[in-house]
């Protein structure tokens, strides 16, 4: 990654809320909200920001839990894919494409539990580059999932 992308991503970020009461302010605004982003990263907070990295924090929600009030597979499938692009994402670029995600569930993580995201860019050849993305108890350290992505850096811009 060029410094250039890494002020760029890194400024980008830092736009991101960093609390959860502006993460809720963030999902009151109409012309902001829509469900998808309530649902799937309402409450995700960025803790640090580094060169191809961002680690963050979220508290189990009871909306993201499955029937037996674990965090759903599918949530953190979500999670994997949307905080993956982060240590690569630049406002006003174009949206980077999804090519492949593979995650391994390890352990669960129950309503409440305080998670650790940790975002890392891993490398780039040409324009697909490679994310690994850790979810982790932040009380106890385990390993909850683990999740690698593949994206291709997109060059046009979407007319969508």
């Known amino acids: 990654m060029d410094e250039n992308m890494e002020t760029q991503v890194k400024e980008s970020l830092q736009q991101l809320p960093k609390t959860q009461q502006e993460s809720d302010t963030l ?27 961002v680690v963050s924090t979220l508290k189990v929600p009871p909306r993201l839990t499955d029937r037996a009030g674990n965090l759903a597979n599918g949530a953190i499938a979500n999670i994997v894919d949307i905080v993956a692009h982060s240590p690569i994402y630049v406002v006003g670029q174009p949206a980077n494409v999804s090519v492949d995600i ?28 490679a994310i690994l993305v850790c979810l982790k108890n932040k009380a106890t350290g385990e ?10 850096l997109s060059k046009v811009v979407p007319k969508l």
């Not at 829509?34 to 580094?50: F, K, L, P, S």
């Not at 593979?102 to 580059?129: C, F, M, P």
């Open 102 to 129: 593979s995650i391994s569930y390890v352990s669960a993580a129950k309503v409440n539990d305080e998670l650790e995201i940790t975002s890392k860019w891993l490398g780039q050849r040409g324009r697909y580059s």
């Open 27 to 53: 999902s009151r605004h109409e012309d902001v909200f829509n469900i998808y982003d309530y649902v799937a990263v309402t409450g995700i907070r960025v803790d640090r920001v580094e060169p191809g990295l």
């Open 143 to 152: 390993l909850i999932a683990e999740g690698r992505h593949s994206v291709f």
